[in-house]
């Protein structure tokens, strides 16, 4: 008879595990509390117009190349892919801006416009940054976070200064532009801490970011959801939402069943991909691993403040991605980090995904999706939302040069409340737990529980960390684990 398993939630994690566990041969149940699956990277659709969300970089191709390659496929089975030239503007006054291009060359000549003798310097961080990106693809992130020596390979010992030095100190060694420091302590934001917190070997990312470049698919992020919900389903995974699982019951130590919408779901084999903070909390307290305390102390990547919006016009001066670092970046990250509160004045980011891709609004119609990254666990009020969304779009308008308040025909927001209520995050956070040094690979929550046989877990808060890629390699991990279990 078939093993079976059942998975909590139906973000990318689990997604991911799902196929790998259908295809050795798992009989794989999905329970996914809301009606639609996806989890952060939800869509929403309204009166015509496509938002993606969460997640709309999509970004180290590589990784989703080989994540359906696993399984005799390719992306473009399921989606098509596009990458986006330019990848991105960052505004950063009125009338100064830089345009990131989709190729290196092109990025070389930008740096040099603004610094010279910066190319050269680029140059070389980027081929370090390459380097870092090689092991850190090859030898480190498909490793479980099992045991520290993983982590210890001929490649990383000869770069073992970069993980106690850290990219904040790295890019002012060679850069003194305060723009060009912006723009390349920006990718490493993804992995949820300070620039100054996160070690510098994390500077694969800034590989990832001008290097491999900044893809699209063709009717958002979602379209790569669809995508593995048809591989798993192809591969005979049963999805069941509106499905909240409110228990993990377990009898000597091991897990005997769930219950689901409060019925009891017998199940030796449980893979939480739900977060892991919730999910320790569906187990009587003796089962938890990690204390109140443990969560507390630990760096949660920021929640955001969420905005999205449908324009009855196009818009100009825009870009499909947009940052908006205008004001005081380090004033900002200590708002998100070392004093927690509503920032005075906050950055923000913002995409219009129908510059790009026509299906995303209706004819002459504009989408836009508007982000300010906050500190998960704020007071969220309606008003505290208004307030920012009047702040940020009076920039937006002033930056871009043109009146776009009046053409707004809808706008819905999503904030810590909703992180809370919609998946149960922690706190609220967006994007799960910081890649700091000490929460890298095996100091970060484990796959497997210590505490309940049959019990695993996957997603953003576990090996290798935040993000749409590591999320795929997280369900990986975590069905490689119970494999060999
Ligand atoms: C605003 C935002 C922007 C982002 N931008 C990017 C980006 O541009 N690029 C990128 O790569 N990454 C980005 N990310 C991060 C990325 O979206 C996440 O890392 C990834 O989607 C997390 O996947 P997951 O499977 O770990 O968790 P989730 O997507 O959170 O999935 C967990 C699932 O579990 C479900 N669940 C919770 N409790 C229960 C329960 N009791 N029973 C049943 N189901 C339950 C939830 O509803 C959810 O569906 C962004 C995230 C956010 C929020």
């Given at each position: 008879m078939k093993k079976e398993v059942s998975i909590i939630g139906s973000g990318f994690a689990s997604l991911a595990a799902s196929c790998y566990l259908a295809k050795s041969g798992y009989k794989v149940t999905i329970y996914e509390k809301n009606d639609r699956i996806g989890g952060r990277a939800r869509q929403l659709q309204k009166e015509g117009f496509t938002f993606d969300m969460g997640p709309s970089w999509?970004?180290?191709?590589?990784?989703?190349?080989?994540?359906?390659?696993?399984?005799?496929k390719k992306p473009s089975d399921y989606y098509k892919l596009e990458k986006l030239s330019p990848a991105y503007k960052v505004f950063f006054g009125n009338n100064e801006s830089i345009t990131i291009e989709d190729t290196l060359e092109k990025i070389y000549a930008a740096f040099e416009k603004e610094e010279h003798g910066s190319s050269i310097k680029l140059k070389k961080f980027i081929d370090q940054a390459q380097s870092n990106y090689k092991i850190a693809i090859e030898d480190l992130v498909y490793r479980p976070g099992v045991s520290p020596l993983e982590l210890v390979t001929p490649e990383t010992i000869k770069k073992i200064g970069q993980f106690f030095s850290n990219i904040s100190k790295d890019v002012r060694k060679h850069f003194n532009n305060k723009k060009l420091i912006q723009i390349l302590e920006f990718p490493v934001l993804f992995l949820g801490a300070k620039p100054s917190d996160t070690p510098s070997f994390y500077s694969f990312m800034n590989y990832a970011d001008f290097g491999l470049g900044t893809w699209h698919p063709q009717g958002g992020m979602y379209k790569v959801i669809e995508g593995i919900e048809k591989l798993a389903v192809s591969l005979g995974v049963e999805i069941r939402t509106n499905s909240p699982v409110d228990k993990i019951n377990v009898i000597d130590k091991s897990v005997t069943s769930i219950s689901?919408?409060?019925?009891?779901?017998?199940?030796?084999?449980?893979?939480?991909?739900?977060?892991?903070?919730?999910s320790e909390t569906l187990l009587e307290p003796e089962f938890r691993q990690y204390s109140e305390s443990y969560w507390d102390k630990k760096t949660f990547a920021p929640s955001s403040l969420l905005f999205y919006v449908g324009f009855d016009k196009k818009l100009n001066n825009i870009n499909h991605h947009n940052l908006f670092f205008d004001v005081d970046f380090e004033a900002h990250t200590r708002d998100i980090y070392d004093d927690p509160k509503w920032p005075e004045e906050p950055l923000f980011y913002a995409n219009f995904t129908s510059v790009t891709d026509e299906n995303t609004a209706p004819e002459n119609c504009e989408n836009g999706f508007f982000l300010i990254p906050l500190a998960p666990g704020l007071k969220d009020t309606a008003e505290l939302r208004e307030k920012y969304f009047s702040i940020i779009l009076k920039r937006f308008e002033r930056l871009t040069n043109q009146n776009v308040i009046k053409n707004i025909i809808f706008k819905e927001s999503f904030c810590i409340n909703d992180f809370i209520e919609d998946y149960n995050s922690y706190k609220g956070n967006a994007y799960g737990m910081a890649n700091t040094l000490l929460q890298t690979a095996f100091l970060r929550p484990k796959l497997k529980s210590s505490k309940v046989d049959g019990l695993f877990f996957t997603g953003q808060l576990t090996v290798p960390g935040p993000g749409v890629p590591?999320?795929?390699?997280?369900?990986?991990?975590?069905?490689?684990?119970?494999?060999?279990s």
């Open positions: 999509y970004w180290m191709p590589d990784v989703f190349e080989r994540f359906f390659a696993d399984f005799d689901v919408n409060g019925k009891e779901i017998a199940t030796n084999l449980v893979v939480a991909g739900a977060d892991y903070h919730h590591p999320s795929l390699i997280s369900g990986k991990l975590v069905s490689g684990l119970i494999q060999s």
